[in-house]
Structures are given as C-alpha cells and as structure tokens.
C-alpha cells in the first residue's frame, strides 16, 4: 500500500512560484504513474498534471499548462510540482496521486494559498 506525504505549500503573492513536493513510501516507486490534483472550497477536485513511470511524457491541464512544472525523481521516490506565475485561482489544496493500474492512491493535501 502507498503512503503519499505533500509539503511545500504556502501563502505566495500573485506572480510567485512554490515547489510541491510529494514522497512516496511502501511500494516500487517506479512502477506508478503520479499525478497532482488540486481542490479549491466549494469545487470539485481537478485534474492538475500528471507524469509517466519512467518520467517522460508529462500531461497538463490548460488551466496550468506553460506556468507549473512536473517532475520526479525513481531514486528519491518523490515527484516534484514547481508552479510559476501562480494566479489567485490557483488556490486550493494540491494532492498527490499514485495509479498503477486499477489501484489509486492519495495524499492528505498541501494547502496552497495565492493572493492578489
């Protein structure tokens, strides 16, 4: 079973950058696609980026794409989410996803907060 632990969330101002990170434990790493998910107070949760096992092929949201940054790294069972230009509407809590085939696992969130 994995165990996803976030941090890197923050109160940034409009036009600034944080780094998400994200941990994974109890499991081969490598072997699952990753992914962010973000949910604001009162929406649903929404699809952020997501990243292959072998980290090639990452897939953005138009609503970030250009601006946020996925990345990971099989050797610190980790995957990054360096968001840049944030916007006030980027505020929510970002979640960690793990997929490997019909098993889905999430982490308890990183709050992220950008006023204007």
């Known amino acids: 079973q994995v165990q996803l632990v976030e941090s890197g969330g923050g109160l940034v101002q409009a036009g600034g950058s944080l780094r998400l990170s994200c941990v994974a434990s109890?499991?081969?790493?490598?072997?699952?696609?990753m992914g962010w998910y973000r949910q604001a107070p009162g929406k649903e949760r929404e699809w952020v980026c997501a990243?292959?096992?072998?980290?090639?092929?990452?897939r953005y949201s138009d609503s970030v794409k250009g601006r946020f940054t996925i990345s990971r790294d099989n050797t610190k069972n980790a995957v990054y989410l360096q968001m840049d230009n944030l916007k006030p509407e980027d505020t929510a809590v970002y979640l960690c996803?793990?997929?490997?085939?019909?098993?889905?696992?999430w982490g308890q969130g990183t709050q992220v907060t950008v006023s204007s």
């Open positions: 996803n793990a997929r490997l085939q019909f098993y889905t696992a």
């Open positions: 109890g499991v081969a790493f490598s072997d699952y696609d």
């Open positions: 990243i292959s096992e072998s980290g090639d092929n990452p």
